[in-house]
């Protein structure tokens, strides 16, 4: 199974960008998210590309669900 997780994009440098994954920042790649994303944009993240744009309301309710099944 695929998991993809939000992420909050805190620095962007072209195609790459830094973001806030839980608490971790980690860098990404933006080569193939499917629209432009800035800085205080939420995305979805897997293996290291963010693969699609979120409003943060989305974002957060994605969040939400994920702490309550893995209990964090």
């Not at 499917?34 to 309710?61: C, N, Q, S």
Request: proline share 3%.
């Amino acid at each position: 199974m695929c998991l993809a997780i939000p992420a909050l994009i805190k620095e962007k440098d072209g195609t790459r960008a830094k973001a806030d994954i839980g608490g971790a920042v980690r860098e990404i790649n933006l080569d193939i998210v499917d629209r432009p994303v800035e800085v205080g944009d939420y995305v979805l993240v897997h293996a290291g590309f963010a693969i699609h744009k979120l409003d943060e309301k989305e974002a957060l309710e994605t969040l939400e669900l994920m702490r309550k099944v893995f209990g964090q």
